[in-house]
């Protein structure tokens, strides 16, 4: 996908030998998650960022009550919220590294992202995995211009992704 982007250079390797991984935890009992499906979509993320190598992410699916713990603690919010991103190596797009790599972690409430209201849950929660993905490779929305360039990137694999699936 990042090929087809103009102005974005061919992706080249990121990480050591090996591929990308993302290991997946349910650790919810609101909602049934399928976590192959969630998987598949951070994995096209990152090779659409030109993430290969060996490398590695978490996806963790959460209760409200539990995401409430997080946010206060991580970013001084005292509520839950839809999701939230940990970057550990800073590993950006296009970019290499010394060796293997941890991306970071992402978690996901779904009760929270289903009382959104916005879209389907399944969509909501699309959009929240790309979303978390692009946070730990870097991408931010602090200011408009970032905010722009962000969301059209996370529109475009959306898109590319719902093709597919």
Known sequence: MAESRPGVSKPRRVGGD?????????????????????????LDVLRAEGVKGLTE????FIDASTMTELNTQYMGQSYATDVLSFPMDEIKPNSAANGPGVIGDIVLCPAYAEKNGKQSLEKELELLTVHG????????????????KMFALQEEILKEWRLLV
């Open 18 to 42: 090996g591929e990308p991984e993302v290991f997946m935890a349910d650790e919810q009992q609101d909602l049934e998650i399928d976590l192959a499906r969630w998987q598949n979509l951070a």
């Open 133 to 148: 993905v692009l946070h730990l490779l870097g991408f931010d929305h602090e200011d408009i211009d970032d905010e722009k």
């Open 57 to 60: 992410m978490t996806i963790m």
